[in-house]
C-alpha cells in the first residue's frame, strides 16, 4: 500500500482525512481504530480509477496517534509512526482545516465521511458541494465502495452547533457521549497565579474557558488547576440587521432590561444612526424591551407601530412571521427574528454564552453555539 501514499499533496489524485477513515468502524471490521480502513480505501480508488498506481495524500490530527491504545494492532501504530518520519503522513493539530485549505486551491477530491459542517463559515465552496467528496461505504464481501456526498446546504444555526462542540472537544469540555460538561461551563474560574486574568469575567468578550485535564478545570498557560469563582452569570448578544445587513451588536447581561428602539434612553439601544428616511419613522422611539432573566431572554414589545416575530426550529430554518402581542414577554431563543419595521430586524446571534449554552442541553430549544475562532475563549462574533 506504501506505493500509492504521496509524500505532497501536489503529486496526490485523490486527498484523505485519514483520521476520519481510521476511526470509521462501518468499514474494515471491528475496533475502535485501524489502517486496514485506508487499505480497503485504496483498494476501491484503485478499482474507482483502474490505476492500481492511484497516489493518495495522508492528513492526520496529532491525536490520532496519541490515542495508539484504540488501535487494534499494534503494527498499525509502528506502522504509521514511520509514515510520518517518512513524510507520508502530514500530521497537524487540526486535520480538518488542512484538508480543507488543499482542497480549495486544489480542487482534489476527499476521502471522508465528515460533512466539515463546523468549517462552512471559512469555507463557504462547501456549501451545496455534490462533487468534491467521497464516502467509503462498506459494500458485500468486506469491501469498501466510495460514493459522492451531497453536502448540502447548512443553515447558520447548524453551523454554529457544529462549531459549538468543535470548540467545547478541544477544551475536553465533552463527556463521552459528546454532551457539554453543564457544571463546568456553568461556574466562573479563577487561576491561583495572582497575575494571571485569563478566566476573569470582567475581561468581557475575551473569557477563556477552562480546559479540562484529567477531569480537573485547568489553567491553559499556567497548568494548574483553577479554583471555583461561584455561577457564571448569564448573557446573551443581539444583532441589528437593516435591509440583509448586520448594522450593530449588542451584549445584554443578566439581570438587564434593555429597551430597543429608533431613539431610548441613554442605556437602552439607539437604531437612529442605522435607519435611512424611509425606515425611521416606522420605528418607535422606545420600540421593543429585552431583557435576560435567569439565563432566559425575554422580549415585549411596547410600540405604537405594532411588531413581527418568527422563531427557528431545531435545525434553525425560521417559521411564518407572526404578530408579536404587545405588553407581553415572549422567549427570545437564538436565531429568532423580530421585525420592528419592514427590513429592520433584531435577532438573537448564533452565539450563546456559557450559562445559556449549558441550559440548552437541558431543554429542547433550538440549538446554536459558541463562535468561530480561538476554541479557548469566548469570543464575540
Not at 460533512?115 to 468534491?132: A, F, M, S
Not at 475575551?206 to 497548568?223: A, D, I, K, S, Y
Not at 446554536?368 to 475563549?377: I, M
Request: hydrophobic share 35%; glycine share 8%; proline share 7%.
Amino acid at each position: 500500500m506504501e506505493r500509492n501514499l504521496a509524500t505532497s499533496a501536489d503529486q496526490a489524485d485523490y486527498l484523505v482525512d485519514l483520521s476520519n477513515v481510521v476511526r470509521q468502524q462501518s468499514i474494515g471490521g471491528p475496533g475502535l481504530r485501524s489502517l486496514r480502513r485506508l487499505h480497503l480505501v485504496v483498494q476501491a480508488l484503485a478499482k474507482l480509477t483502474g490505476d492500481p498506481n492511484v497516489l493518495v495524500y495522508l492528513i492526520a490530527d496529532t491525536s490520532l496517534l496519541s490515542g495508539h491504545r484504540e488501535f487494534t494492532s499494534q503494527a498499525d501504530v509502528r506502522r504509521l509512526r514511520r509514515w510520518v518520519t517518512d513524510g507520508l503522513v502530514e500530521e497537524v493539530d487540526d486535520a480538518d482545516e488542512r484538508v480543507l485549505e488543499i482542497a480549495g486551491m486544489t480542487g482534489l477530491q476527499v476521502i471522508s465521511s465528515d460533512h466539515y459542517v463546523d468549517h462552512r463559515l471559512e469555507h463557504t465552496w462547501i456549501q451545496g458541494n455534490t462533487w468534491q467528496f467521497l464516502k467509503p461505504e462498506p459494500g458485500s464481501g468486506g469491501i469498501v465502495t466510495l460514493v459522492l456526498m451531497d453536502m448540502g446546504v447548512r443553515t447558520p444555526a447548524e453551523i454554529s452547533r457544529r462549531m459549538e462542540l468543535s470548540a467545547l472537544k478541544k477544551q475536553g469540555l465533552l463527556d463521552g457521549s459528546q454532551t457539554p460538561l453543564i457544571d463546568v461551563l456553568k461556574r466562573t474560574w479563577r487561576c491561583p497565579e495572582a497575575r494571571c486574568s485569563l478566566y476573569d469575567i470582567r475581561r468581557g468578550d475575551r473569557v477563556f474557558l477552562p480546559r479540562m485535564r484529567q477531569g480537573v478545570p485547568t489553567c491553559e498557560v499556567h497548568g494548574t488547576p483553577l479554583l471555583d469563582d461561584g455561577p457564571r452569570p448569564g448573557a446573551a448578544q443581539l444583532k441589528a440587521v437593516v435591509n440583509g445587513a448586520c448594522v450593530g451588536r449588542y451584549t445584554l447581561n443578566e439581570d438587564s432590561e434593555t429597551r430597543v428602539g429608533r431613539n431610548p434612553a441613554p442605556s437602552g439601544i439607539s437604531l437612529y444612526n442605522l435607519l435611512d428616511s424611509t425606515a425611521a419613522p416606522r420605528v418607535s422611539r422606545e420600540h421593543v424591551v429585552v431583557s435576560v432573566k435567569k439565563g432566559m431572554v425575554l422580549i415585549r414589545d411596547i410600540s405604537r407601530y405594532g411588531t413581527r416575530m418568527r422563531t427557528a426550529g431545531k435545525r434553525g430554518r425560521l417559521g411564518p412571521w407572526e404578530p408579536l402581542p404587545p405588553q407581553v414577554d415572549r422567549r427570545f431563543h437564538p436565531g429568532d427574528e423580530v421585525e420592528l419595521a419592514p427590513g429592520v430586524i433584531i435577532t438573537r446571534s448564533g452565539r450563546r454564552f456559557p450559562p445559556e449554552l449549558a441550559d440548552a442541553w437541558r431543554t429542547p430549544t433550538p440549538q446554536t453555539s459558541l463562535p468561530p475562532g480561538a476554541a479557548a475563549t469566548t469570543r464575540l462574533n
